[in-house]
């Protein structure tokens, strides 16, 4: 099963924590691949993927950072109209939920590779493969 | 293994140490009567003279003493011995208001300490134990309370005082340390940074921790005996009452044995000042029956107790009071509604969070807000947002249920909610800014 390893980093709504974090991954010579910020008005999460996630997992322990490594789905979404709705359709057919969703910078033109978090990662495989929506392997999100 | 420090005081029948309590009562008020201008001042006013009291039944008599009272009597006015007789003062953290100073001779420190070997001895101290005071030391009474009372009963004694966790721990270790004492939310912070260092119950060899100067509830002691793989055992007292050792906890953990051959407790009603029956919860008052330089008569300790004396399995016939439910200092009035920080703790502990809290409470367009601040610990954070609303919500519910107003819970970051080395900040009421 090719799924992404991601980290979702707990952060308070203090001045300078995501900061903090970021210039941590950055001293450490770890590349952020893409990440996105869910909050309200108390915290938020991060949620990175990393070129490095072995080190970066042993960095965030170290330095006592509350955080969850999840699996989350890479896929290739056509950069057209209606292609982001292809997929979600896709899920939807099986009764998958999507979870949250983000998109990586894009570096492949005419492609919007886009971060899922589904409840059932087998199915949600499963129906974009029958359908013939392509999977971003962890490789290439790592980009190594 | 000695059982009890002084046998025949601590097992004393009723009515002998009654005898013993009315003697020294009445010679304590003479004494301070003769050389306490403010209380004399006191007595007369009630038209009390010293002949009236001739046994602990005249207690009722006397004028009670409050904390402001020896506020107003600041710094010298309760002395009752010439300053030249002091071997040493202690004195409150004044955060409540101005300072109170204690004042001991030699003979007040022997009988404090004195107090110390009892509650030492009634958890399981022996000349044997090495007894690590992580107490601050100085003006408060922690320290040199426990300290003299370990070596006291012969234990070697490190007098660590607080902080530098990492170092305690290492002492702990490198001593064989077998008692704790310090406060229970040290306590809890010690048993955490054990944990943070990869070591576990089986790396020390503690069996006791006596644990005082601040509220904890029985949450709280089944975390922090659990963390540091020891028996914790209540320990109370005062700087107005010399210090910690006024009462101890024996093997039962059921209350605490006040000794009662140096203090007359008693339970009033904090608003008429009436005398309670046994059993009652009301303000807990104590008298001082043996102290030379700082004695207090009817000292009200602002303090939600109970006594009881009822058979205790540990053979003392010491009355016991029950943990204070909170000192009336403490108790806030949120929207009408009388609120303790230990209430809080215990659904807190009940849901399996960590006894790290903070509580802020403030006034927004007329109405009182409660705010509470938990850590959660990594098993506790979930990915997703609304995980993480929904247990807020759960436990507002649960407190909401203890206190019967709604709180805004916030779970914050393990470690983010800053540790105490002595007296923990639980609460700040920002209400009092505005007013
Ligand atoms: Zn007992």
Known sequence: MDTIKQFSVFVENKQGRMAELTRLIADAGIDLRTLSLADTRDFGILRIIVNKPEETEALLKQNGWTYKATSVI???????????????????????????????????PGRADTVICVDDEQAALEILQKKHIDILTAEEAYDI | MAKYWREDIETMPREDMKKLQSERLVKQVQHVYEHVPYYRDLMDKKGVKPDDIRSVDDLYKLPFLSKADLR?????????????????????????????????????????????????????????????????????????????GSQKVGCLTLPMSSGNTERQIQFMRDLNATILCCTPSYAAYIGETLHDMGLTPDDIKLKAGIF???????????????????????????????????????EEQTGMHINEDHFIPEIIDPETGEVLPEGSVGELVFTSITKEAFPLLRYRTRDLCQLTRGKCSCGRTLIKMCKPMGRSDDMMIIRGVNVFPSQIETVLIEQGYSPNYLIEVDRKNNTDTLDISVEMNTEQFSDKMKDIQEKERSLASAIKTMLGINPKVHLVSPKSITRSEGKAVRVIDKRKLHD
């Open chain 1, 74 to 108: 890479g896929v290739k979404v056509p950069d057209c109209p209606g292609g982001v709705a292809t997929v979600l359709e896709a899920l939807n057919e099986v009764n998958v939920n999507v979870e949250y969703m983000y998109a990586f910078v894009n570096r492949t």
């Open chain 2, 212 to 250: 005082g100067a601040e509220p904890w509830t029985e949450e709280m002691r089944r975390t922090i005996e659990a963390s540091l793989g020891i028996k914790a055992y209540d320990i109370y007292g005062l700087t107005e009452s010399s210090g910690p050792g006024v009462a101890f906890e024996c």
């Open chain 2, 72 to 148: 107003d009597a600041y710094p010298t006015g309760m002395l009752a011995v010439p300053m030249k007789d002091c071997v040493r003062i202690h004195s409150t953290s004044g955060t409540t208001g101005r300072r109170v100073v204690a004042f001991y001779t030699q003979h007040d420190v022997d009988l404090w300490d004195e107090c110390c070997a009892r509650a030492i001895t009634a958890a399981g101290g022996t000349a044997e134990d090495v007894c690590q005071v992580a107490y601050g030391y100085g003006l408060f009474t922690g320290g040199f309370g426990l300290n003299g």
